[in-house]
């Protein structure tokens, strides 16, 4: 008797969702239909979208984000702000921005281009995106040294590969460890001619992928044993430091560089050397990442910029704010 009574409440709760949301009848006009009082309609409803009878989702026009871009553009200095819809699952978040990514490559790669590659999750996605690409003459060219942990699949030096097969192109390796113990260890590398050549390459790329950090205990640096934990929140709570981009260099949200006793461990390419490229894409899918981004900006190295509506929303809130301070 009970499992009847709710299979009737139920079937209440659709055929009034059902006659609101997708027949567009007004709620006085549903009370009278089931005679039943407005205000119990309205009540209804609400146990309808409790009960998950109900998901709203909301779809962004075009011109919503096109909206926003304008308005990332008239603050900072980039030339585009590419725009994902806001998705609550994570992975499905960073395919939708590695979309945008990937198709703004296709649109942008000419012949001969060289592409200077970062690492991450992020750039990763850009890589494994599912979906047709011109074939382009471009080389890929890793940003930063590679790793050999668990986290192979997202080393500069397997997304490489992964973006030359995607387009048609070629990738050279950059043969030198991501992270070293202490500054002797990466001038010495870097005295190496071999790795000195790819970098120099690197550093005269047309375009350059990379990820934007925040200060995360958790973070893949931590995980790969670059840094501790402790380090980091030493970083943020100490130095203000809010985030880094390509891995590695660390700015607060000022844009300004902070020296951090974790400098001078990684070889790859520096914000100062970003900025000679002509076009840097910064990736940065994750919603927790608005205060790192607006910091990224504020570099002055990006050109690019590939978020969510959240963190573009959370940004312009962030600096139309006159009481904000950073």
Not at 91 to 105: D, F, I, P, T
Not at 165 to 172: D, H, L
Not at 301 to 326: C, G, H, K, W, Y
């Amino acid at each position: 008797m009970k499992n009847q009574t709710v299979h009737k409440d139920s079937e209440l709760l659709t055929e009034i969702a059902v006659a609101y949301y997708q027949d567009e009848i007004t709620q006085e006009e549903i009370a009278k239909k089931f005679g039943i009082s407005r205000i119990k309609v309205g009540r209804l409803l609400k146990v309808a979208k409790e009960e998950g009878i109900v998901e709203i989702t909301v779809r962004y026009h075009p011109v919503f984000s096109t909206r926003l871009e304008q308005q990332l553009i008239s603050h900072f200095n980039i030339t585009r702000a590419l725009i994902a819809l806001d998705h609550q699952d994570e992975e499905e978040q960073r395919r939708q921005v590695a979309g945008l990514v990937s198709n703004y490559l296709s649109n942008t790669l000419r012949d001969d281009m060289v592409l200077a590659v970062g690492q991450g999750r992020n750039i990763a996605a850009v890589a494994d995106h599912v979906g047709p690409v011109p074939e382009k003459r471009c080389k890929f060219i890793c940003g930063i040294g590679g790793t050999h942990r668990p986290g192979d699949a997202i080393n500069a030096d397997h997304i490489s590969r992964r973006l030359a097969r995607k387009f048609g192109g070629s990738n050279e390796t950059l043969y030198a460890p991501a992270y070293v113990e202490n500054k002797a260890l990466k001038d010495a590398f870097m005295m190496n001619g071999t790795i000195k050549e790819t970098l120099d390459r690197a550093r005269k790329a047309d375009i350059a992928l990379v990820g934007i950090g925040d200060m995360n205990e958790n973070s893949y640096m931590v995980k790969l044993g670059w840094f501790s934990p402790q380090e980091i929140v030493d970083a943020s709570l100490l130095q203000g430091v809010t985030g880094e981009i390509a891995g590695y260099d660390f700015f607060n949200a000022q844009g300004q560089h902070v020296d951090t006793v974790m400098n001078d461990r990684v070889i790859g390419l520096s914000i100062e050397e970003l900025r000679k490229i002509p076009c840097v894409i910064a990736i940065a899918s994750e919603n927790t990442k608005a205060l790192a981004i607006l910091g990224a900006l504020r570099t002055g190295a990006i050109d690019v910029l590939a978020t969510t509506a959240m963190n573009a929303r959370t940004i312009l809130n962030m600096v139309q704010e006159r009481s904000f301070t950073p």
